[in-house]
């Protein structure tokens, strides 16, 4: 059974920082691409940065480039997003997933479908 468990969530201060944490278990980690989406309330879940099994590359969506950092660590089954300079915009609900394929993560569908899908961790930043 494939389980995705996010961490790392909280409330901060606009400027600030936090760092997600997402650990998998039940699948081949450094098969697949992992991504960080986010849904905001009464908002479509979007896209927020891709990162393929072996870590060389990597996918942002344009309101975080130059802010956040996905990365990957294949010894620990873990992936994570630095998130830095936080605005009052980035507050949603941060979501994990997994796929084979990183196109199906770094997608501009407003219905992605990866293969897997954590529980979600709340960011909440205030002005």
């Known amino acids: 059974q494939v389980q995705l468990v996010e961490s790392g969530g909280g409330l901060v201060q606009a400027g600030g920082s936090l760092r997600l944490s997402c650990a998998a278990s039940g699948l081949a980690f450094s098969v697949f691409s992992m991504g960080w989406f986010r849904q905001a309330p009464g908002k479509e879940r979007e896209f927020v940065a891709a990162?393929?099994?072996?870590?060389?590359?990597?996918y942002y969506a344009d309101s975080v480039k130059g802010r956040f950092t996905i990365s990957r660590d294949n010894a620990k089954n873990t992936v994570y997003l630095q998130m830095n300079s936080l605005k009052p915009e980035d507050t949603a609900v941060y979501y994990c997933?997994?796929?084979?394929?990183?196109?199906?993560?770094?997608?501009?569908?407003?219905?992605?479908?990866?293969?897997?899908w954590g529980q979600g961790t709340q960011v909440t930043v205030s002005s």
């Open positions: 997933a997994a796929d084979r394929v990183v196109s199906n993560l770094n997608t501009g569908s407003p219905d992605p479908r990866p293969d897997f």
């Open positions: 990162i393929i099994g072996s870590g060389f590359s990597t």
